[in-house]
């Protein structure tokens, strides 16, 4: 089983940046899925969810209106669209695979926004 997230990296508050998560080793369309991050110091976080089929989402309040979560089931796939970067945005960025007891995390990708 593996999870692996890329497309991090340092962007300038107000700008763009667009996170993959590439999924593999188990049944990703029966699997809700997400993005969490962590800060240094804090505690991780979920960002946004989305449902197996895609049909229902989730946001944290803090990213609502300028994150979208997507999945592509095709290509075992999820992304992570970020518009408006803050700076408090900047955290290790984790994707999540999630089914009954079957709970799988990739390693994460680096997300830093400077002001």
């Known amino acids: 089983v593996q999870l692996v997230e890329s497309g991090g990296g340092l962007v300038q508050a107000g700008g763009s940046l667009r996170l993959s998560c590439a999924a593999s080793?188990?049944?990703?369309?029966?699997?809700?899925i997400g993005w969490f991050r962590q800060a240094p110091g804090k505690e991780r976080e979920l960002v946004a969810g989305?449902?197996?089929?895609?049909?229902?989402?989730n946001y944290a309040d803090s990213v609502k209106g300028r994150f979208t979560i997507s999945r592509d089931n095709a290509k075992n796939t999820m992304y992570l669209q970020m518009n408006s970067l803050k700076p408090e945005d900047t955290a290790m960025y984790y994707c999540?695979?999630?089914?009954?007891?079957?709970?799988?995390w990739g390693q994460g990708t680096q997300v830093t926004v400077s002001s």
């Open positions: 999540r695979g999630r089914r009954l007891m079957d709970d799988y």
């Open positions: 080793g188990f049944t990703y369309d029966d699997y809700a």
């Open positions: 989305i449902s197996s089929t895609g049909d229902s989402t």
